[in-house]
């Protein structure tokens, strides 16, 4: 299995994605896939309170032959978006279909109750053969519920929302995996992480044991620990390892915390690294340094974040990547080498994916990313673009 990791940059864009991939190099040490992309859905919502022709935050993930992406559609400036909409393959990315989650929001086909929805995952639990779309129902900018949609059929069709977590707070930027090794003892949990932000963005942690049916009830850290963006990954032991950006006053902190019990509770945090963030010129929605984890098939855990320590000055970002075999002790951070030190691009917003099948030394990674040809720009003159580079060692060299 696989995951490219979320994108949360909000572009006004149609969502699509390159199929039958072969790498070129052009420009800048920028990685581009030799193919046309194929447009997956369009948006179809005309409410006049949302900004349309928008298909935004991609999540994907596949098992097997079957692929399932996610993603927002109908984009409020303010945050969230008209609804959920969906792309599924059951033949590797040959052909697809796509739709939109029923009974979420007051749009959807049939109406729900939410006025807004936001910050899709995808998972797949393989236990109980069931794919999961969590996200946000927002009954207002304050009041925000974790949702999830079920889907039995292979992700063609989707249920009404079960609620993971409505305790009236402002809860936020959501993220869920299952347990899909069958050696594991915790083999179908699903954990779905988010944070409260209505307590100061305290990370939180809900289990599912029945394919997403019904969710435990939110625990915190054992030091109740504050962040954002946290990812979940399960090792093939069942333990889980949940690397987050955390806060302290105004530094950004890479930390992580793990369960071995199946959820049942949750370590205090341990400090991966600090984080020397740059905050990307253009007024561009990058103000948080999140991470991008992944895991390979023995375990290993692989988190990349933006990061301007290898730079003179902090004058450009670069992306920085660490490892760890068991969540607690982590590799001393690296700099992949997406572009030269001192080149004056600015990198952000990654997105990893790693290939399950491979590991360690032969690990294959690939990391979607945004850039800037320059980060000394400005509203006007900053040109976003998207690249990506590959690793077949485990992150040790990268295509260049």
């Given at each position: 299995?696989?995951?490219?990791?979320?994108?949360?940059?909000?572009?006004?864009?149609?969502?699509?994605?390159?199929?039958?991939?072969?790498?070129?190099?052009?420009?800048?040490?920028?990685?581009?896939?030799?193919?046309?992309?194929?447009?997956?859905?369009?948006?179809?919502?005309?409410?006049?309170?949302s900004?349309?022709?928008?298909?935004?935050?991609?999540?994907?993930?596949?098992?097997?032959?079957?692929?399932?992406?996610?993603?927002?559609?109908?984009?409020?400036?303010?945050?969230?978006?008209?609804?959920?909409?969906?792309?599924?393959?059951?033949?590797?990315?040959?052909?697809?279909?796509?739709?939109?989650?029923?009974?979420t929001?007051?749009?959807?086909?049939?109406?729900?109750?939410?006025?807004?929805?936001?910050?899709?995952?995808?998972a797949?639990?393989?236990?109980?053969?069931?794919?999961?779309?969590?996200?946000?129902?927002?009954?207002?900018?304050?009041?925000?519920?974790?949702?999830?949609?079920?889907?039995t059929?292979?992700?063609?069709?989707?249920?009404?929302?079960?609620?993971?977590?409505?305790n009236g707070?402002?809860?936020?930027?959501?993220?869920?995996v299952?347990?899909?090794?069958?050696?594991?003892?915790?083999?179908?949990?699903?954990?779905?992480?988010?944070?409260?932000n209505?307590?100061?963005?305290?990370?939180?942690?809900?289990?599912?044991?029945?394919?997403?049916l019904?969710?435990?009830?939110a625990?915190?850290?054992?030091?109740?620990?504050?962040?954002?963006?946290?990812?979940?990954?399960?090792?093939?032991?069942?333990?889980?390892?949940?690397?987050?950006?955390?806060?302290?006053?105004?530094?950004?902190?890479?930390?992580?915390?793990?369960?071995?019990?199946?959820?049942?509770?949750?370590?205090?945090?341990?400090?991966?690294?600090?984080?020397?963030?740059?905050?990307?010129?253009?007024?561009?929605?990058?103000?948080?340094?999140l991470?991008?984890?992944?895991?390979?098939?023995?375990?290993?855990?692989?988190?990349?974040?933006?990061?301007?320590?290898?730079?003179?000055?902090?004058?450009?970002?670069?992306?920085?990547?660490?490892?760890?075999?068991?969540?607690?002790?982590?590799?001393?951070?690296?700099?992949?080498?997406?572009?030269?030190?001192?080149?004056?691009?600015d990198?952000?917003?990654?997105?990893?994916?790693?290939?399950?099948?491979?590991?360690?030394?032969?690990?294959?990674?690939?990391?979607?990313?945004?850039?800037?040809?320059?980060?000394?720009?400005?509203?006007?003159?900053?040109?976003?673009?998207?690249?990506?580079t590959?690793?077949?060692?485990?992150?040790?060299s990268?295509?260049?």
């Amino acid at each position: 299995m696989w995951r490219i990791g979320m994108l949360p940059l909000r572009l006004k864009a149609a969502l699509a994605i390159a199929l039958g991939l072969s790498l070129g190099l052009v420009g800048s040490a920028q990685v581009v896939a030799r193919t046309q992309l194929l447009q997956l859905s369009t948006d179809p919502y005309s409410n006049s309170t949302s900004q349309h022709k928008t298909e935004v935050e991609p999540d994907t993930f596949a098992s097997g032959s079957t692929i399932v992406t996610a993603f927002q559609v109908g984009r409020f400036f303010n945050g969230g978006a008209s609804n959920v909409g969906f792309a599924t393959s059951s033949n590797g990315g040959h052909s697809w279909t796509s739709g939109f989650l029923p009974s979420t929001t007051v749009f959807a086909t049939p109406a729900g109750s939410h006025a807004r929805a936001s910050d899709p995952s995808v998972a797949f639990d393989a236990k109980h053969g069931v794919w999961l779309i969590s996200y946000l129902g927002l009954v207002t900018l304050s009041d925000v519920d974790v949702l999830a949609s079920r889907s039995t059929d292979g992700g063609l069709t989707w249920s009404a929302p079960v609620v993971i977590n409505a305790n009236g707070h402002f809860n936020d930027k959501n993220w869920t995996v299952c347990d899909a090794t069958a050696s594991s003892p915790f083999y179908g949990h699903c954990y779905t992480e988010f944070d409260d932000n209505s307590r100061g963005d305290l990370e939180q942690m809900s289990t599912s044991t029945d394919g997403g049916l019904t969710w435990g009830n939110a625990l915190a850290t054992q030091d109740r620990v504050h962040g954002i963006g946290g990812q979940p990954l399960v090792q093939p032991d069942g333990t889980v390892i949940v690397p987050f950006d955390g806060f302290s006053f105004a530094t950004f902190l890479l930390m992580s915390f793990r369960s071995t019990d199946g959820g049942a509770s949750w370590s205090a945090a341990r400090v991966i690294s600090p984080v020397k963030f740059r905050h990307p010129a253009g007024n561009i929605r990058a103000g948080i340094p999140l991470p991008s984890a992944e895991m390979d098939a023995k375990g290993r855990a692989y988190v990349v974040w933006s990061d301007c320590r290898f730079e003179a000055q902090c004058s450009a970002s670069d992306l920085v990547l660490t490892t760890s075999d068991n969540g607690i002790a982590w590799s001393h951070p690296t700099r992949i080498p997406a572009d030269a030190i001192g080149s004056g691009v600015d990198h952000f917003v990654p997105g990893l994916a790693v290939d399950r099948s491979t590991s360690d030394g032969a690990a294959h990674l690939v990391l979607a990313f945004y850039y800037y040809p320059q980060a000394n720009c400005t509203t006007a003159t900053c040109q976003l673009n998207a690249g990506f580079t590959a690793s077949a060692d485990g992150g040790s060299s990268w295509t260049s």
